[in-house]
């Protein structure tokens, strides 16, 4: 039984996109572990980065240059729930080879 695109009905079709204001030569990269730190660590709030936990992934093209930061999720003090699905998603949308993936939590020493 041969099944025909155009008469399956009650399937939903997937779209997957991404959209880049950014000129491929002006794209930051990323040439070491400082660097990433750096660019991801200047994305937080600093005036609650005490308060609350984060979880964001810094996407990257094959040379290291960054497509793009997405904040994952963002909990309370004790913690935050990361859905993977969603790191995948963002990943294929921006059609990223490279992914970087950080969790904050700043540590008070007593």
């Not at 790191?87 to 007593?110: P, R, W």
Request: aromatic share 6%; with cysteine; proline share 2%.
């Amino acid at each position: 039984m041969k099944i025909e695109i155009e008469n399956i009905k009650g399937v939903s079709e997937v779209v997957l996109t991404y959209k880049t204001k950014i000129n491929p030569k002006d794209r930051i990269k990323v040439t070491s572990s400082k660097d990433a730190y750096k660019l991801l660590f200047d994305t937080w709030n600093k005036n609650t980065i005490e308060h609350v936990e984060e979880f964001k992934i810094l996407l990257m093209n094959r040379s290291n240059a960054v497509l793009g930061i997405l904040p994952v999720s963002k909990g309370g003090i004790s913690g935050t729930v990361t859905d993977i699905r969603i790191i995948f998603q963002a990943a294929i949308k921006a059609n990223a080879s490279g992914v970087i993936v950080c969790h904050y939590v700043k540590k008070i020493l007593m």
